[in-house]
């Protein structure tokens, strides 16, 4: 009787490592990311938050970059840093727009990248950029939303950018 339970206790407990394997491998099975594109009505600057999944970066950096990338590496904030620099970017009449790089942090596994604008802009008619992980994860969808209400035509949207689609246009609402 006790090989009995002892065989059942096996079988129960192997279930159960199957499931949580299973349920930990389908929890990661979208890709996305989110910017926010906002004009700071005082500044008139653009101001970028990025959102996405810190272990997504850091994996791609790490195959990017051929190192063991964590966050206990020396240079991790000037890689990231450098990542979304070079994968994310505004132009305007060809003309690239100058970011601040503020920083970021990462918050339950999240990744959130702020920069800003050096100068007054608007953000009808911008040129958009974003391959953030794209490269790394053929799944992975970015959504850039935006909204400037600082002028009188007031612009709002969002933008989806993924393997196919690496540059749009913000588009005026009228």
């Known amino acids: 009787m006790c090989a009995f339970f002892n065989s059942l206790l096996n079988k129960i407990l192997l279930s159960v490592l199957l499931v949580g394997v299973a349920a930990s491998a ?11 594109l906002t004009i700071n009505k005082t500044s008139k600057h653009i101001e970028v938050i990025h959102q996405f999944t810190a272990h997504d970066i850091e994996n791609t950096i790490a ?17 990231v840093q450098n990542y979304i620099e070079k994968h994310f970017s505004l132009q305007r009449d060809n003309k690239q727009i100058q970011m601040i790089w503020i920083g970021f942090e990462v918050r339950r596994g999240l990744l959130f990248a702020y920069q800003e604008s050096m100068a007054e802009n608007f953000l009808a008619n911008l040129v958009v950029k974003n391959t953030i992980l794209v490269d790394t994860y053929a799944k992975q969808v970015n959504t850039v939303n935006y909204q400037d209400f600082s002028s009188i035509d007031k ?13 749009a246009v913000v588009m005026t609402n009228k």
């Not at 389908?26 to 926010?36: E, I, K, N, S």
């Not at 612009?155 to 540059?167: I, M, N």
């Open 63 to 79: 195959e990017e970059e051929q190192v063991n990338f964590s966050p206990e590496h020396p240079q991790y904030d000037k890689l």
């Open 155 to 167: 612009v709002q949207g969002s933008l989806t950018f993924d393997l196919s689609s690496r540059v």
């Open 26 to 36: 389908a929890a990661h099975t979208y890709f996305f990311g989110v910017t926010d």
